[in-house]
T-cell receptor
Framework: DTGVSQNPRHKITKRGQNVTFRCDPISEHNRLYWYRQTLGQGPEFLTYFQNEAQLEKSRLLSDRFSAERPKGSFSTLEIQRTEQGDSAMYLC???????????FGQGTRLTVV | AQSVTQPDIHITVSEGASLELRCNYSYGATPYLFWYVQSPGQGLQLLLKYFSGDTLVQGIKGFEAEFKRSQSSFNLRKPSVHWSDAAEYFCAVGARDGNKLVFGAGTILRVKS
């Protein structure tokens, strides 16, 4: 068990560019979550998957955001046409089904300049 | 709607002193409750959780928390703080069917020697 892995750890991008983040969950966990954390705030839920199915999306997840989890394994979060307001830490977590105990990765810090 | 309030943004304690971090939640049913810790630039580490049963739960690193239903509180305590405990602490509430967590805004703990 190597924990939840996120790549890259840091990303600096110019406004208007697209970015993609990857999350590899704990192998036996079939639920995967994405959260966003801005400075001075707690993490805010974005979306979650059970296996390959995306079951819930937050209103925070605008049309510029898309998440996938092909084959129920790793997940990607893509942000199109980035804006300065997208600058945040993006956290991935995973859990077993029917449990709320989530294990978090170290996050990807996005800076949009 | 679920919500979590952590009334203290910053707390400073002397090394060796006792610690209590406050957490109040709003939830329509019996919640699952969590405390996570986050060091700068890192992901979240689970300290402890309450699902049911004994209202005093023990966690890692010598932390404990007490669930008080009548006060809608889940305060985190430690009898003697170490300098390595300096970090940001987040309280979170989740549904029993195991989907998203709702976090408080966090409390930053500073430890003075």
């Amino acid at each position: 068990d190597t924990g939840v892995s996120q790549n890259p750890r840091h990303k600096i991008t110019k406004r208007g560019q697209n970015v993609t983040f990857r999350c590899d969950p704990i192998s036996e966990h079939n639920r995967l979550y994405w959260y966003r954390q801005t400075l001075g705030q707690g993490p805010e839920f974005l979306t979650y998957f059970q296996n390959e199915a995306q079951l819930e999306k937050s209103r925070l997840l605008s049309d510029r955001f898309s998440a996938e989890r092909p084959k129920g394994s790793f997940s990607t979060l893509e942000i199109q046409r980035t804006e300065q307001g997208d600058s945040a830490m993006y956290l991935c977590a995973s859990s077993r089904e029917r449990t709320t105990e989530a294990f978090f990765g170290q996050g990807t810090r996005l800076t949009v300049v | 709607a679920q919500s979590v309030t952590q009334p203290d943004i910053h707390i400073t304690v002397s090394e060796g002193a006792s610690l209590e971090l406050r957490c109040n939640y709003s939830y329509g049913a019996t919640p699952y409750l969590f405390w996570y810790v986050q060091s700068p630039g890192q992901g979240l580490q689970l300290l402890l959780k309450y699902f049911s049963g004994d209202t005093l739960v023990q966690g890692i690193k010598g932390f404990e928390a007490e669930f008080k239903r009548s006060q809608s509180s889940f305060n985190l305590r430690k009898p003697s703080v170490h300098w390595s405990d300096a970090a940001e602490y987040f309280c979170a509430v989740g549904a029993r069917d195991g989907n998203k967590l709702v976090f408080g805004a966090g409390t930053i703990l500073r430890v003075k020697s």
